[in-house]
Protein backbone atom coordinates (compact mmCIF):
# COMPACT_ATOMS: atom_id res chain seq x y z
CA UNK A 1 0.00 0.00 0.00
CA UNK A 2 1.20 3.34 -1.08
CA UNK A 3 1.95 5.75 2.13
CA UNK A 4 2.62 9.34 1.81
CA UNK A 5 4.82 11.42 3.89
CA UNK A 6 5.79 14.66 5.49
CA UNK A 7 7.78 16.67 2.72
CA UNK A 8 9.80 17.86 5.28
CA UNK A 9 11.09 15.27 7.84
CA UNK A 10 9.65 12.37 5.87
CA UNK A 11 6.69 11.66 8.98
CA UNK A 12 3.98 9.53 7.76
CA UNK A 13 2.04 10.62 10.80
CA UNK A 14 -0.04 13.90 10.64
CA UNK A 15 -2.77 16.20 12.74
CA UNK A 16 -5.63 18.17 11.67
CA UNK A 17 -5.06 20.43 14.17
CA UNK A 18 -2.21 21.60 16.40
CA UNK A 19 -4.72 22.99 18.44
CA UNK A 20 -8.10 21.09 18.50
CA UNK A 21 -8.95 17.73 19.27
CA UNK A 22 -6.23 15.26 18.99
CA UNK A 23 -6.84 13.81 15.60
CA UNK A 24 -3.87 11.78 14.05
CA UNK A 25 -3.92 10.13 10.21
CA UNK A 26 -1.98 8.64 7.93
CA UNK A 27 -2.54 8.93 4.42
CA UNK A 28 -2.74 6.36 2.34
CA UNK A 29 -3.59 5.65 -1.30
CA UNK A 30 -4.45 8.31 -3.73
CA UNK A 31 -4.33 10.53 -0.75
CA UNK A 32 -7.10 8.84 1.47
CA UNK A 33 -7.40 9.32 5.03
CA UNK A 34 -6.70 6.52 7.51
CA UNK A 35 -7.62 7.95 11.12
CA UNK A 36 -4.96 6.41 13.87
CA UNK A 37 -6.19 8.07 17.01
CA UNK A 38 -9.34 10.08 17.42
CA UNK A 39 -10.58 12.29 20.06
CA UNK A 40 -13.46 12.10 19.48
CA UNK A 41 -15.94 8.69 19.93
CA UNK A 42 -17.39 8.93 15.65
CA UNK A 43 -15.76 9.40 12.74
CA UNK A 44 -18.74 10.95 11.23
CA UNK A 45 -18.39 14.50 12.87
CA UNK A 46 -15.25 14.53 12.19
CA UNK A 47 -14.23 17.19 9.03
CA UNK A 48 -10.49 17.55 8.13
CA UNK A 49 -9.46 21.07 6.81
CA UNK A 50 -7.76 19.26 3.66
CA UNK A 51 -5.94 22.78 3.04
CA UNK A 52 -4.26 22.99 6.62
CA UNK A 53 -2.97 19.67 7.88
CA UNK A 54 0.05 19.69 10.48
CA UNK A 55 3.53 17.02 10.24
CA UNK A 56 2.99 15.18 13.71
CA UNK A 57 6.57 15.26 14.01
CA UNK A 58 7.88 18.54 13.15
CA UNK A 59 6.75 22.31 12.23
CA UNK A 60 5.65 21.37 8.72
CA UNK A 61 1.94 22.32 7.88
CA UNK A 62 0.33 22.51 4.41
CA UNK A 63 -2.44 20.67 2.22
CA UNK A 64 -3.00 17.59 1.64
CA UNK A 65 -1.89 17.64 -1.71
CA UNK A 66 1.60 18.41 -0.88
CA UNK A 67 2.31 15.39 1.43
CA UNK A 68 5.09 13.22 -0.97
CA UNK A 69 4.72 9.53 -1.38
CA UNK A 70 6.81 7.26 0.39
CA UNK A 71 10.49 5.70 -1.05
CA UNK A 72 10.46 3.08 1.64
CA UNK A 73 7.19 0.71 1.65
Request: aromatic residues 10%; hydrophobic residues 35%.
Amino acid sequence: MAQYTCPSCGSKYFLASKTGPKIIFQVTLERTVEFIQLATGTISDLVIDTHKIYCGACSWHGSLNEVVESHTD
